[in-house]
């Protein structure tokens, strides 16, 4: 259990064109999900929050037109990088947490990671 | 706000070896606390975690780790290093509601052979 899906896994873009990824929960509700940003030897940084049917919130410094965030369905979240940039390039990993225990292997209160989208802009 | 420290951005031992790689967090409520690890090009992966009970945690691999509330630590182990243990290592905390995950610099280990 506790399967998020992220895809694509890899994405090679223009500069100026948009670019959406999407983070699915396989096997349980996510209410919540996460998106972060990685660079390169660096941590995770968390860039918003968004919880299913409102908007999401983002942290300090990260540009909420720049990175749209929708959470329509309890199951999936897209990140759309709008007219990307070469300093866009980056890691980025969503993940998804339930708030009700859905019994078996998943856990309540706990965050599950996808495998990250590399995204490179030329 | 919560903090993570991993102590050493990179450690290497010999295959074999014993690997420890420590992890400190700040908090005045018992934490949630994980450890992740992400191999080159790819997401995190759950090795453990914390959240309730045993105090001793045993995960993936052969790794396993204790939280030890008064020393604010949760150091992660295994006895005998595998080549493939080669990976970035990171150590997060959240609290109770999972809402906030507050991540550690990360530890690069590497396998000698």
């Known amino acids: 259990g506790a399967v998020v899906s992220q895809h694509p896994s890899r994405v090679i873009c223009k500069s100026g064109t948009s670019v959406k990824i999407e983070c699915r929960s396989l096997?349980?509700?996510?209410?919540?999900m996460f998106w972060y940003r990685q660079f390169p030897k660096q941590s995770l940084m968390l860039m918003a929050t968004s919880n299913e049917g409102s908007k999401a919130t983002y942290e300090q410094g990260v540009e909420k037109d720049k990175f749209l965030i929708n959470h329509a369905s309890l199951t999936l979240s897209t990140l759309t990088v709008t007219s990307a940039h070469p300093e866009d390039s980056s890691f980025y990993i969503c993940s998804a947490r339930d708030l009700v225990a859905s019994g078996g292997t998943i856990a309540k209160n706990i965050q599950y990671f996808g495998a990250g989208t590399r995204l490179s802009v030329l | 706000a919560q903090s993570v420290t991993q102590l050493g951005s990179h450690v290497s031992v010999s295959e074999g070896a014993l690997v420890l790689l420590r992890c400190n967090y700040s908090?005045?409520?018992?934490?949630?606390l994980f450890w992740y690890v992400q191999y080159p090009n790819q997401g995190l992966q759950l090795l453990l975690k914390?959240?309730?009970?045993?105090?001793l945690v045993k995960g993936i691999n052969g790794f396993e780790a204790e939280f030890k509330k008064s020393e604010t630590s949760f150091h992660l182990t295994k006895p005998s290093a595998h080549m493939s243990d080669a990976a970035e290592y990171f150590c997060a905390v959240s609290d109770f509601t999972g809402n906030q995950f507050y991540f550690g610099t990360g530890t690069s280990l590497t396998v000698i052979p």
């Open positions: 096997d349980f509700q996510a209410t919540t």
């Open positions: 914390y959240t309730t009970g045993a105090t």
């Open positions: 908090s005045s409520v018992p934490p949630y």
